[in-house]
T-cell receptor
Framework: RKEVEQDPGPFNVPEGATVAFNCTYS??????FFWYRQDCRKEPKLLMS???SGNEDGRFTAQLNRASQYISLLIRDSKLSDSATYLC????????????FGAGTRLFVKA | SQTIHQWPATLVQPVGSPLSLECTVE??????LYWYRQAAGRGLQLLFY??????ISSEVPQNLSASRPQDRQFILSSKKLLLSDSGFYLC????????????FGDGTRLSIL
């Protein structure tokens, strides 16, 4: 089982749709959680951190369920510019800490 | 604010040639530094990370090496490139405290001919 697993995708949605990305992690010692966005042939960029109480940034909402070891990202009113690959990222305390990137879910938003 | 610079942006090298990619960070001290490789359509593969000057941890055995001669400088090298070394190389930094997000440079697209 992979340490961080994401929906394989791709997701194809029309503009204005709501889209949800799911991510599960296997290590209960995981401590911090992030969502990144990566455009084609570009570097990953931090989209948002994920806090235990859940957090929102404009059209983006991130949630964490530690009991189920599950993270989600919700995008409301999707725009063409939201088309990208979304990476779930987890840091694990293994004595030192380790950052694990999910393989990513590709999103295509179409007019 | 902190910035990360990585160069060159694109590189075409023949098989068997040497490699040197450089990454520098500004606006912070004692960052954690990372080198990743991403093959086309694939996820990120951690190659090396460093928590301080001269401290390098290797994640994947290969013909690449890394060095950190200064606090905010991270270099990826190879003496003889292989075809399989082609890919998108990304440098990243994070704050020295635990559990902080990583921030990436623009990347170097390396093609081996």
């Amino acid at each position: 089982r992979k340490e961080v697993e994401q929906d394989p995708g791709p997701f194809n949605v029309p503009e204005g749709a709501t889209v949800a990305f799911n991510c599960t992690y296997s290590n209960s010692a995981s401590q911090s959680f992030f969502w990144y966005r990566q455009d084609c042939r570009k570097e990953p960029k931090l989209l948002m951190s994920v806090y235990s109480s859940g957090n929102e940034d404009g059209r983006f909402t991130a949630q964490l369920n530690r009991a189920s070891q599950y993270i989600s990202l919700l995008i409301r009113d999707s725009k063409l510019s939201d088309s990208a690959t979304y990476l779930c990222v987890v840091t694990v305390n293994t004595g030192g800490f380790k950052t694990i990137f999910g393989a990513g879910t590709r999103l295509f938003v179409k007019a | 604010s902190q910035t990360i610079h990585q160069w060159p942006a694109t590189l075409v090298q023949p098989v068997g040639s040497p490699l040197s990619l450089e990454c520098t960070v500004e606006g912070t001290s004692n960052p954690n530094l990372y080198w990743y490789r991403q093959a086309a359509g694939r996820g990120l593969q951690l190659l090396f990370y460093s928590v301080g000057i001269g401290q390098i941890s290797s994640e994947v055995p290969q013909n690449l090496s890394a060095s950190r001669p200064q606090d905010r400088q991270f270099i990826l090298s190879s003496k003889k490139l292989l075809l399989s070394d082609s890919g998108f190389y990304l440098c990243a930094w994070s704050a020295g405290t635990e559990n902080q997000p990583q921030h990436f440079g623009d990347g170097t697209r390396l093609s081996i001919l």
